[in-house]
């Protein structure tokens, strides 16, 4: 299996044709700078196109999963194309996740915040660890969300949920997010790991043809409109980052 290799992302071999791509920031709590963003969506292009990877697993090295956008690092673009440019690099990691050819189990530990709650969402096969937390805090900072959520959220949870946890930024446990459809599975954090290769092999085990087949008529047919959901959420974040008021309530929160 071809070894890849990026500055804030790991993406290592694991065993019988699964891959472990794992946020490498531990110090910020994998935290969303632009580094990372590219970075993951290289890795799952690179993952999608290696005919040894077969199955993929997602995590966060450390403590958490993804604490969402780096506020210490945050560049708070000054144009439309600036922030038009930082937009569709996140939307790109997500369509590399979400319309990939490889199956993606989540091992989500610790903190999913924001794009970091997204890119949970946006795995296949969502596995948390006990202790593990999500939350939306875009609507409370004047921006939006993006990773295709306004649509994946409401086909996975209802609409009346969705609209709860976009706009009112509620604290979400793993248990809760089971309960509600959410979470695939929640396990003890010791076993995460564990679980989310276990899981990941299976897959890997399936005929290459039929998984793949499976994975995006699935995503086509439930979430028929994921395109033109990017679109929306992008045109909206690029609004955000450009109101004075979001660069307010970023240096406050």
Same mark, same amino acid.
């Given at each position: 299996? !071809?070894?890849?290799?990026?500055? !804030? #992302?790991s993406s290592t071999p694991g065993p019988e044709g699964v891959r472990i791509i794992a946020l490498n920031r531990p110090e910020s709590l994998n935290a969303m700078?632009?580094?990372l963003i590219d970075d993951v969506a290289r890795a799952f292009d690179d993952a999608n196109a290696d005919p040894a990877t077969r199955a993929i697993v997602f995590t966060g090295t450390g403590k958490a999963f993804c604490?969402?956008?780096?506020?210490?690092?945050? #560049?708070?673009p000054e144009t439309e194309e600036e922030a038009r440019a930082m937009v569709l690099a996140i939307q790109r990691a997500t369509h590399a996740i979400t319309l990939g050819a490889k199956p993606v189990v989540g091992a989500i530990n610790g903190w999913a915040v924001g794009g970091g709650f %997204?890119?949970?969402?946006?795995?296949?096969?969502?596995?948390w660890a006990d202790s593990a937390r999500g939350f939306f805090p875009e609507v409370s900072l004047n921006l939006f969300v993006t990773g295709a959520v306004t649509t994946l959220l409401p086909a996975l949870v209802g609409l009346n949920k969705a609209r709860e946890m976009l706009m009112f930024g509620d604290r979400y446990s793993a248990? %809760?997010?089971? %309960?509600?459809?959410?979470a695939w599975k929640v396990v003890p954090d010791d076993d995460l790991m564990a679980t989310a290769t276990e899981t990941a092999v299976r897959l890997a085990a399936l005929p290459v043809l039929s998984v793949r087949a499976m994975k995006? #008529?699935?995503n086509h047919a439930a979430v028929p409109d994921l395109h033109r959901a990017l679109q929306l959420e992008t045109d909206a974040t690029v609004a955000g980052f450009l109101d004075p008021e979001t660069t307010r309530r970023l240096k406050a929160f």
């Open positions: 299996m !071809t070894d890849f290799r990026y500055d !804030t #992302v700078n632009r580094a604490a969402g956008d780096d506020r210490k690092a945050h #560049v708070h %997204e890119w949970a969402i946006n795995c296949d096969f969502p596995i248990r %809760e997010l089971a %309960e509600i459809g959410l995006r #008529v699935l």
